[in-house]
């Protein structure tokens, strides 16, 4: 198993501003994944970042809104620029790991956009 | 027509009930289905996975899977207060590493005492 941890738990933020999450896994990974769950709506991935390579995005979402560090095997940040309404969700982060290739995802950062 | 569909509920059930939880699919290539369990607040947990046709069951927890049908279910025998959650169900056609799981939007589930 995989034991996550996310920094920010939660934060209100200023339009316009930009908010950085933290994501720290016990063990080392090579797949971690960005996922955005919004009311009522499915988890939905935003990028999966691979350690040593640049993170991929999916559809409807761009580095330049949310740049994604993967400095080693056991951290990740996403930020989440220029903030606005809309992008008020939760943020999780999810890793890949054991033989099974199970997936794990941590607490969320939820994140309320003024 | 949605990946995978699924009712957000909320589904209210005595405690000691039999919970039965529900998705469809759209993709015949999914063999790889899971059930995760997120309590308010937290992050999802994975509760069971089966792969391909047939049921598996972990305890009060049954997992069934029916291809023909695209369809699949989770049933929570002797349902407890604590069981209250929102179940997401999630699948993949887990062909390669590269290949997405795709979430339904989860059912709430009340279980009153």
């Known amino acids: 198993s995989a034991v996550i941890s996310q920094k920010p738990s939660r934060d209100i933020c200023q339009r316009g501003t930009s908010l950085t999450i933290q994501c720290q896994v016990d063990s080392q990974v090579t797949m971690m994944f960005w996922y955005r769950q919004q009311p009522g709506q499915s988890l939905t991935l935003i990028a999966t970042?691979?350690?040593?390579?640049?993170?991929?995005?999916e559809s409807g979402f761009v580095i330049d809104k949310f740049p994604i560090s993967r400095p080693n095997l056991t951290f990740s940040t996403l930020t989440v620029s220029n903030m606005s309404p809309e992008d008020s969700s939760i943020y999780l982060c999810?890793?890949?790991?054991?033989?099974?290739?199970?997936?794990?995802f941590g607490p969320g950062t939820r994140l309320t956009v003024l | 027509q949605k990946e995978v569909e699924q009712d957000p509920g909320p589904l209210s059930v005595p405690e000691g009930a039999i919970v039965s939880l529900n998705c469809t699919y759209s993709n015949s290539a999914f063999q790889y289905f899971m059930w995760y369990r997120q309590y308010s607040r937290k992050g999802p947990e994975l509760l069971m996975y089966t792969y391909s046709s047939g049921n598996k069951e972990d305890g009060r927890f049954t997992a069934q899977v029916d291809k023909s049908s695209k369809y699949i279910s989770l049933f929570i025998r002797d349902s407890q207060p604590s069981d209250s959650a929102t179940y997401l169900c999630?699948?993949?056609?887990?062909?390669?590493?590269?290949?997405?799981?795709?979430f339904g939007k989860g059912t709430r589930l009340h279980i009153l005492p």
């Open positions: 970042a691979n350690q040593g390579s640049e993170a991929t995005y």
């Open positions: 999810s890793v890949v790991t054991g033989s099974t290739d199970t997936q794990y």
């Open positions: 999630a699948m993949t056609t887990f062909m390669n590493r590269d290949d997405k799981i795709i």
